[in-house]
């Protein structure tokens, strides 16, 4: 990150000490203590659950868990289109993303979210979906790739459910490229749609229970679903080079499109897509779900780690990226939320996962160290957005999780 600026916080670690090669006593200790404030949550027997907010800066006393959101004083329209989930909003994608990012998450700790997150596959082909209900909502790619990760990382999913879930994933690219000005659904438009390029929902059923969402893009999505089919190429025997995905999808109108392409063409198509999100500017935007940029630039730091030679040319403008976030940071220009714990963690995630040793990934570790709270936590933070109401999914637990993450990468 040549030419970024120094995190401007007063370090806990000793001056002379190597936290990269040799973690101090103190860092071990944050972990436990963040292990244990998981642990607690774990209790309920729901896995990691995320809150809900109104206010996009999450002050005290805005958070709502799970279960008050429905009760509470909402916007008639926020509260219909929290109803329609099916009045059960429990979620995987906290537990999900714990066995995922978590490298060191002890067998205690691990079990839990990892059965929890087995509840919420959608039927029998490899599918998951965020909320609990079965008909609350279409699976999607998102939750389908983090899952799959998640869960094998965690030893819970064996090569073949690996394989075909990844499969389930390549399934959910684009049969065809649309105009934003043309795709249209719901009284919007859903961006522009490319050809070949992982979307957040299948969107290949009628519409019933299970009302089609819209044919769109998210760069989360798109990482979070290239890294489950790269982690299949690589353990679990899928062969990109000969598989052939059949493409099916509604259009709103509810005409079918059927096409068709080699697995390995939908991750070119899928790695151009973030290429062109890392070197346009928009990465350091968030996206239209994740208004965080460090926690996509986590996702893309483990998606380059993993996924071997398909995704190198990410790293470079990921790299870049990093640095001028941390001078934004520092400079003050960075809105709240990229001055928040969560950004913070995220890309010290991204910058140990990559590799990358400079003065200022110890000052940002130093600086997360710092803002731990005593029962273990650190400050909340949207993780999620909705894209057309003011709600925002995020809490301690979210935050916590990703702090846990950047701090055990080694």
Known sequence: MHGSAQIDAPPRLPATHDPVADPPWEVHAVQRLGMAFLDRELEAGEGLQIGYSTDPQMRPGSILSHRAVLKADLDPGLRARLARFGGDLREALTSGMGL???????????????????????????????????????????????CLVGLWRAGALDAGQLRSGALEVLRAAAAESVAAHDNISHGGSNGPLHAGVLKIYWDDHPDGPLRRRGRKHDAVVVCDGLHAVLLAARHAGLDLAHETVPLFEHRADGTAVTSSLPAHEIVRRSVAYLHQT?????????????????????????????????????????????GEWGRRRESGSAPPLERSALALAGALFAARRLGLDEPQVDAWEAALVGQQAPDGSWAPAPWYRMRTRPLFYGNATSTTVMALAALGVR
């Open 278 to 322: 890392c070197t346009s500017g928009r990465l350091l935007e968030g996206t239209t779900y994740y208004g965080c940029s460090t926690f996509l630039m986590a996702l893309l730091a483990d998606l380059i780690s993993d996924g071997g030679p398909a995704v190198a040319s990410l790293r470079a403008p990921l790299v870049e990226a990093l």
């Open 100 to 146: 995922k990012l978590i490298g060191d998450l002890p067998p205690s700790t691990r079990q839990a979210p990892a059965t929890y997150t087995e509840t919420h596959r959608h039927g029998d082909r490899g599918r998951f979906r965020f909320y609990a209900p079965r008909h609350s909502i279409a699976p999607c790619a998102d939750m389908t790739g983090i």
